[in-house]
């Protein structure tokens, strides 16, 4: 396959009306770049969040072409019927097909949109996965848990049931969600906004993070507030803080972290225990 002509989704993307004035020519060349694209992050090739650096310090940067793409896709294609087993789909963008090689367990009813890439040794339990995420080796989606658009899910995660990754497509220089390695998500939990979750921590049942949430490291003598990422092995559960309003003064969510995951929790099969030890429900 040719390389990808980035600068031309670019142009068409970043250029007021590029898109409604396409030569018939030049819109066949973007259906072709913009495919390419959309084949390439299908099979893992390509990756909207890139991860570098090292082990200790690693670095996760966009590749905001890929956003593009896909936000060009989505003009591009057509509403259709999509035929899946004995389930019919009205929708723009074809499910994943598994032909049984990818070495991923997918349990009925879990549903992958076309241009989300799943490592071998991944479990999906009846999930949902959107178009340009990345989901790691080792890591469990489990029953009824999203994963939104462009987000980064890491190796040997567990995403409890019910758990709600948020998608970030827009704006396209914006980080969509990322869950590093070894981290467990309790169930019903909620990280959108971007935010981004540090490895091997703990995130109690029902949390809810947001861009804006206040983090509040509970672990010193004085509270550390932060936004919008969780360090490494913290262990997290919600909780409430109070705000001032003009009515007067209301406690609004917020998440604690109550400490730090033991060596003991390292293995993903007994990451629960690291909230047991604070006790907390997973």
Known sequence: MSPIDQKFIAHVFDTPDAFQTLTESDRTRL????????????????????KSGSADKPEFTVQT?????????????KMEVIENGPFRFVDKIPLKKWNGTEGVRVVPHALVR???????????????????????SGTMVD??????SCAYIGKNVHLSGGVGIGGVLEPVQASPVIVEDNVFVGSRAILVEGVHIEEGAVIGAGVT????????????AKP???KGRVPKNSVVIPGTTQKEFPS????????????????????????????RDFDIAT
């Open 31 to 50: 259906q072709v770049e913009v495919g390419k694209t959309i084949e390439a992050l299908d099979r893992g090739e390509l990756s909207v969040v890139v």
């Open 65 to 77: 072409f890929t956003k593009k793409a896909i936000l060009l896709y989505f003009r591009l294609q």
């Open 114 to 136: 076309e241009g989300a890439f799943i490592e071998s040794g991944a479990i999906l339990m009846p999930s949902y996965v959107n178009i340009g995420a990345r989901v790691g």
């Open 143 to 148: 029953t009824w848990a999203t994963v939104g």
């Open 209 to 220: 993070i947001t861009g804006s949430t206040k983090i509040i490291d509970v672990t010193g």
């Open 224 to 226: 550390l507030v932060m």
């Open 248 to 275: 007067g003064t209301f406690g609004v969510p917020c998440a604690l972290i109550i400490g730090q995951r033991k060596e003991s929790t390292n293995l993903k099969t007994s990451l629960t225990d690291a909230l």
